[in-house]
Nanobody, 124 residues
Framework: QVQLVESGGGLVQSGGSLRLSCAAA?????????MGWSRQAPGKEREFVAT????????DYASSVKGRFTISRDNAKNTVYLQMNSLKPEDTAVYYC????????????????WGQGTQVTVSS
């Protein structure tokens, strides 16, 4: 049973933008959790991208995306977003939505729930 469903991936030129969305199947797996995004490029390990606390008051980003990506959430819609601007070819990866007990656990890759991923491809 899919708990988190990502959408919004696709092919974009370098310098372009994309907005990823992640909808939770129910409030039970969204309420109270930190939400975040990770990514995995071909031949590489999955890496942390961004996270946001349950309240939305705290966010954290990987240094490689800071200033270009923005994470946000709409708790009424059980949805988290990732606005990606100034995309680079090195941002090409499968992006995964995750739920974790805290931002700390999100950073460590300890997830309670995760999605199946959406492909983002940035052409040069």
């Amino acid at each position: 049973q899919v708990q988190l469903v990502e959408s919004g991936g696709g092919l974009v030129q370098s310098g372009g933008s994309l907005r990823l969305s992640c909808a939770a199947a129910s409030g039970r797996i969204f309420s109270g959790y930190a939400m975040g995004w990770s990514r995995q490029a071909p031949g590489k390990e999955r890496e942390f991208v961004a996270t946001i606390s349950w309240s939305g008051g705290s966010t954290d980003y990987a240094s490689s995306v800071k200033g270009r990506f923005t994470i946000s959430r709409d708790n009424a819609k059980n949805t988290v977003y990732l606005q990606m601007n100034s995309l680079k070819p090195e941002d090409t990866a499968v992006y995964y939505c995750n739920a974790a007990s805290s931002i700390t656990f999100m950073r460590r890759g300890v997830y309670n729930y995760w999605g199946q991923g959406t492909q983002v491809t940035v052409s040069s």
